[in-house]
């Protein structure tokens, strides 16, 4: 049962970072679990209802990720940014007219403006050949996400991959846009692969998640089964270069293999502690017991 007070003072309910570490109580286990995770457990109480503390962190929350959704796409200084490291880029739009119509109309999120369209089959006349590689960046339902970690992120997947010698396209900025937006990009440019740089839907502890979606021989029309996910890349989440790590190891085998999504699985190998002393990586914590 929770303690009839509230926690010590200084302990939030959005994330480790917005609170003190409760001291060790060894007769409440729970206020040891909350010093492992920002989740909102461990809140204690007042009488019948949570402190004014928790609530006022819980509105907190629900008011960045508010925020994060109807934020604008700062597009013109991540340009600028990728310029300074001696990257082109395009900007495009989808269909959705503003922020109300992407909300309230996915579909129209998923496609090209006419206009954009149009521009990307002019450089495609400019460019012709096709391209191994095209990455996309959109705003998504975070564009908080996008402007924190693209730049970072790009950073430590160019740093990975710059062996693969894969030809790349500009990097392109689109507004307003969803997932599958990338496969018509891919297409109209004769992309062999596309990869989605896209907010994620805040959560109440991450306001700030970039989702990755990778697809081998992109098109219009194809379903999520065709696609691949790497989500929760932030300092609090994944890291850069791991999902670096990951995202360059499907692209390998989608090379390889010729395919993406649900028949390509996501093998890659983590090194770690256990790794470098030469265990089986592949071994199942959850189902091997413990070492002896």
Request: contains cysteine; charged residues 20%; aromatic residues 6%.
């Amino acid at each position: 049962q929770q303690p009839a007070a509230g926690l010590p003072p200084g302990l939030g309910a959005t994330g480790m970072s917005q609170m003190e570490k409760p001291p060790v109580d060894p007769q409440n286990p729970w206020l040891e679990l909350r010093r492992l995770t920002p989740a909102r457990i461990a809140l204690g109480r007042t009488g019948t209802s949570l402190p004014t503390r928790a609530q006022l962190d819980f509105q907190f929350a629900h008011a960045q990720a508010r925020d994060a959704v109807h934020l604008p796409f700062d597009h013109a200084g991540l340009s600028a940014q990728l310029t300074e490291r001696q990257r082109d880029s395009l900007l495009l739009h989808s269909a959705a007219a503003d922020r109300n119509s992407y909300l309230q109309r996915p579909d129209l999120g998923r496609k090209l403006s006419d206009q954009s369209a149009q521009t990307l089959r002019e450089y495609a006349q400019a460019h012709p050949g096709g391209v191994d590689l095209v990455i996309v960046v959109a705003d998504g339902l975070s564009a908080l996400a996008v402007h924190r970690h693209t730049l970072p992120f790009l950073t430590r997947l160019e740093e990975q991959m710059s062996a693969d010698e894969w030809s790349t396209a500009p990097v392109v900025l689109v507004e307003q846009g969803r997932v599958a937006i990338g496969d018509e990009i891919g297409q109209l440019l004769g992309a062999k692969m596309v990869v989605m740089l896209i907010g994620e839907r805040p959560g109440l502890s991450s306001p700030d998640s970039l989702g990755l979606y990778f697809t081998y021989n992109p098109k219009v029309g194809l379903t999520d089964a065709y696609r691949n996910c790497i989500s929760n890349v932030r300092l609090e989440g994944l890291s850069y270069g791991m999902a670096a790590h990951r995202l360059l190891y499907l692209m390998r085998e989608a090379c390889r293999r010729q395919l993406s999504g649900v028949n390509l699985k996501d093998e890659a190998q983590v090194q770690t502690l256990e790794s470098e002393a030469g265990a089986d990586m592949k071994s199942n914590f959850l189902l091997d017991p413990p070492p002896a």
